[in-house]
């Protein structure tokens, strides 16, 4: 027997209970009753004041802010719903934390995702959903289904319907090698030009030297990119492909993270007029107040639209090239 219509518990940590509010919203239903705490020894105490048993759960928290908080937050969220005989316990993790310590870069690195995708396991998750892992093969650490949805259906139509001005003399261009791939399925689905800077960096978070393949005279460059931290990369591309003739320059990204004072170097680099972001994890306070550079793509359409499938059994390889209607029903 599959599961009932009535089935779906959508449960919240506090890494971004608003993006949870539009998941329930448009899944025509609210947010289960739980909370999350800490003691004043800092260990952290959940409650869930809701029966869910035989319930199908899905317990949203992303990767940003105090991530290690809202790991555990996490964590016994999952376990708290499996000793209260949940049926399915799906994580649904828009921004992935630690996957970018997906391999063996030196000597004596630990592989963290790795360590994390053992803990979700541990914890009692039956599933995970993410999206657009920095690293494709974090899939590939979990003994459980994990899905990763895409921004790119979202992207696509951002461009289409902001760019149609300027879309004939538009260049896609990706900041470095790693994101290539993503870049140029972007580029080829608008059937827009691609080119690529190739970004040699002396340790992380630290990029002194960028040399770009591929032509931006004159055109609207548009960087793509799966994640803006400290922005670094993207401030430094913007200022080769400008340097490069391009009449202006934007950049898309998945996760807007911008940590440390990334805005504030936004606000000085005059090469870069707009970076938009999608709401996978909340802009922090700066973001939201000292600058007029950023814009929002709403993927909690996408999150929604892939619960329902999960939920109903339906296959959800349709999301990864096409962006789901506004309005979702979980019937």
Known sequence: MGFQSNSIKILSGNSHPELARL??????????????????SSETSVTVG??????????????????????????????????????????????FPYGRQDKKDKGRAPIAARLLANMLQSSGFDH??????HAQQIQGFFDIPADNLYAEPSILEYIKDNIADYYSQAVVVSPDAG??????????????????????RQQANEVFQM??????????????DDMADTCGTLIKAAETVK?????????????????????????????LSKVVCTNTVPLNETATTTTNKL?????????AEAIRRLHNGESISYLFHHKPLDLVHSA
């Open 295 to 303: 814009e929002v793509i709403d993927i909690s359409g996408t999150i």
């Open 179 to 200: 994101g290539a791939k993503r870049a140029a399925g972007i580029a080829d689905r608008l059937d827009l030009p691609f080119a690529l800077i190739h970004k040699e």
């Open 211 to 224: 040399i770009l393949v591929g032509d931006v005279m004159n055109r609207l460059a548009i960087i793509i």
């Open 23 to 40: 998941v329930a919203r448009k899944l025509d239903t609210n947010v289960a009753n739980i909370r999350a705490t800490q003691f004043s």
């Open 128 to 133: 995970l959903v993410t999206m657009d892992l």
């Open 243 to 271: 340097a490069h003739g391009a009449t202006d320059v934007i950049a898309i990204v998945t996760h807007g993270i911008f940590s440390g004072k990334a805005i504030e170097k936004l606000n000085r680099c005059s090469a």
């Open 50 to 95: 809701e029966s869910v048993r035989d319930e199908d759960v899905y317990i949203i928290q992303t990767g940003i802010g105090s991530v290690n908080d809202y790991l555990m937050e996490m964590l016994i969220m999952a376990h708290a719903c499996r000793t209260a005989s949940a049926r399915r316990i799906t994580a649904i993790i828009p921004n």
